[in-house]
């Protein structure tokens, strides 16, 4: 293996290895560094030298990490990030600045709060790009690395080098079309039971989680997305039992299909009110006590005061508190 000596790295090389082991492609890697992909891969080639490794090799889903790579890519990934922190500007400019902000969030938040975001964003820095990950690929490794920089959803434990601020409490609702025959009727749990009724889950995670939560790499995130636990519980006191149809873990598709169809669903608040008039549909409060949950945003301690970080953030506060 050749020596790895810094002297004989372009600083360019890390930046396409870096783009590499987040696109798995040399086409999007180089589209993202504005390089063509024989640029990429004449890049690569030259730090599979200096490296004295493959690096990647190509596999059913990509250009896929080779145990050298998958070992150095996070602290790589860090130091890139550390250098782009020391060379930034003091004071963040949003009109004049063209930085990409990475979020990763749940589709919860993808739907409630982050459109008003983007607005708000788009007036004041028009030349910056947005970037949304999903919130089941790893949330503490991406605000670890850096490949995000705030992450916004319900958590409870937070590794010791994660801050959080909470954004805003949601409540749930039981949600039918308009003229569902049930929207005017006083709702009980006798007449719940009778309804059919869609569940939301994100089954692979659900099934993972304890107490509602999973574990990702010291962090708890919260994946239930209902109180099905309490409703059943509820039910069985009364002598009564649900009838689930459908099991889906896109609340869009939820959305639809109630509009479509004679089933209820429990959907978060804001949610459900952002889209009531678009799909049809009536808001019915729970009869029973449902608890609310936290929304929070969290994000790595070594960039939260960084002025662009700062910056989103307090738009972030600023649009949820209108919420």
Not at 146 to 151: F, M
Request: proline share 5%; hydrophobic share 45%; glycine share 6%.
């Amino acid at each position: 293996m050749n020596d790895a000596h810094i002297g004989n790295l372009d600083l360019n090389l890390l930046r396409v290895f870096d783009a590499l082991i987040e696109a798995r492609s040399a086409t999007r890697a180089g589209e993202r560094l504005g390089l063509s992909q024989s640029a990429v891969s004449h890049a690569l080639n030259r730090l599979r030298y200096v490296l004295g490794d493959e690096l990647f090799v190509r596999g059913p889903d990509g250009m896929r990490a080779t145990e050298r790579a998958a070992e150095i890519a996070p602290r790589l990934h860090q130091g890139l990030l550390q250098l782009e922190m020391a060379l930034a500007p003091s004071e963040f400019e949003p009109a004049r600045s063209d930085r990409r902000f990475t979020f990763t969030c749940t589709e919860y938040a993808g739907a409630a709060i982050l459109p008003a975001l983007i607005a708000r964003v788009r007036c004041a820095a028009p030349k910056v790009e947005i970037r949304i990950l999903p919130s089941n690929l790893g949330v503490a490794e991406a605000l670890r690395v850096g490949r995000a920089d705030l992450a916004i959803g319900s958590y409870r434990r937070l590794p010791e080098w994660c801050e959080s601020e909470s954004l805003l409490r949601e409540t749930r609702v039981w949600v039918v079309r308009a003229d569902h025959p049930a929207a005017n009727q006083t709702m009980t749990l006798e007449l719940l039971a009778e309804l059919p009724h869609l569940v939301i889950s994100a089954t692979g995670e659900d099934e993972r989680a304890i107490d509602g939560y999973v574990i990702d790499h010291g962090l708890e995130r919260l994946v239930t997305r209902s109180d099905a636990g309490l409703l059943q519980a509820l039910l069985t006191a009364r002598g009564l039992r649900r009838t689930i149809v459908l099991t889906t873990p896109h609340f869009l598709s939820a959305l639809v299909a109630i509009s479509q169809s004679d089933i209820a669903a429990l959907l978060p608040r804001r949610l459900a009110t952002t889209f009531a008039d678009r799909f049809g549909l009536k808001l019915i409060d729970p009869p029973y006590p449902s608890p609310s949950f936290e929304i929070m945003s969290i994000w790595h301690r070594d960039v939260g005061e960084q002025p662009a970080i700062a910056w989103v953030r307090r738009l972030l506060r600023e649009v949820t508190t209108q919420l």
